[in-house]
């Protein structure tokens, strides 16, 4: 009849059918398996550059509106912002001032 092996406090050796093994050492089920080896997604580099090639496509945008809120317009009477003509405050001193409609946008977007 086959004995159980001995349970023991945990560090301590554990007698198993006339062999001592510590906790350290791998069961005969796991030996001689290796690791498997990580893909390349699962590695954190590429997960650090996935996540920051997401925020740049996310903020960009947000960055270039930024940007172009302080170019000088020239007194061009248009909404459209496409080339750079100089830096500029006076879009922010009066943001309303060249294009009334925006106020009046405003205004009723609040009411609502």
Known sequence: ???????????????ERDRVRTR???SSAT???????????DQPRFLVFFTALVF?????????????????LNGVLHPFNY???GFTF?????PFGKFPELWQ???????I
């Not at 009849?1 to 007698?15: D, K, T």
């Not at 006076?90 to 009066?94: D, G, Q, V």
């Not at 946008?105 to 009411?111: D, H, P, R, W």
């Open 90 to 94: 006076s879009n922010w001193a009066h």
């Open 56 to 72: 740049v496509y996310l903020f960009a945008p947000i960055v270039v509106v930024v940007v172009f809120s302080f170019n000088n």
């Open 24 to 26: 350290d050492t791998q």
């Open 31 to 41: 030996a001689g398996r290796r690791r498997p080896k990580p893909r390349a997604f």
């Open 105 to 111: 946008a405003m205004v009723q977007s609040l009411k």
């Open 83 to 85: 080339t750079w003509r």
């Open 1 to 15: 009849m086959s004995e159980r092996p001995a349970i023991a406090r945990a560090g301590a050796a554990v007698l």
